[in-house]
């Protein structure tokens, strides 16, 4: 199975502020994935991205960016940090097999 | 976007079975999901199947499906503490272009009461 890491497990940043969650895979799988996830919401995709420099948005985009230059690294850009943008992000990868999706352990980040 | 539907929590003694139940509505899905969230924790993938399967069975997991009633269980056998969690169902998007995406539940909390 891959092995997906993300840069922080807790993040505590002040509105305003830019803010870059990263996500790397030890693997070659192109789709990789963000999701946030909020008590009573479930999961909800941000954005995905099917290969180097390629994006697409996920259900709720607003707010956010990403960038994808290397195959193995999918990165968040938050541009100016809103306290409602506080929660949990899970970076997620997709395998070859049955198109399961392998997660990384979530980045909690908290706006001031 | 397609939803998936699970009732948020249950509640089982150690020792006895747990079953979780997830509604879903796409019929074109490929593969159905359930994965395991530990508290602070990303989601681990428990196991899956695919749409041509009726059961599937992994040890204490069993997978029932019913395409005819798009209803998806997950089946916990002797259910230990440690089995405690949020449990999510996902499927597949469609087919095609767009199957690479996954459609999840709002996630059942699972307390396994010793």
């Known amino acids: 199975d891959v092995k997906v890491t993300q840069s922080s497990r807790y993040l505590v940043k002040r509105t305003g502020e830019k803010v870059f969650l990263e996500c790397v895979q030890d693997m070659d799988h192109e789709n990789m994935f963000w999701y946030r996830q909020d008590p009573g919401l479930g999961l909800r995709l941000i954005y995905f991205?099917?290969?180097?420099?390629?994006?697409e948005k996920g259900d709720i985009p607003e707010g956010y960016s990403v960038s994808r230059e290397k195959k193995e690294r999918f990165s968040l850009i938050l541009e100016s940090a809103s306290t409602n943008q506080t929660s949990m992000y899970l970076c997620a990868v997709q395998g070859l097999a049955g198109g399961e999706q392998f997660f990384g352990p979530g980045t909690r980040l908290t706006v001031l | 976007g397609e939803d998936v539907e699970q009732s948020l929590f249950l509640s089982v003694r150690e020792g006895d079975s747990s079953v979780i139940n997830c509604t879903y509505t796409d019929s074109s899905s490929t593969y159905l999901y359930w994965y395991k969230q530990e508290p602070g924790a990303g989601l681990q993938l428990l196991t899956y199947i695919f749409s041509n399967m009726d059961m599937k069975q992994d040890q204490r997991l069993t997978v029932l499906l019913n395409k005819k009633d798009k209803h998806l269980s997950l089946r916990i056998a002797d259910t230990q503490t440690g089995d405690s969690a949020i449990y999510f169902c996902a499927e597949t998007l469609g087919s095609g272009a767009g199957s690479y995406q996954l459609t999840f539940g709002k996630g059942t909390k699972l307390s396994v009461i010793p």
């Open positions: 991205s099917y290969d180097v420099k390629m994006k």
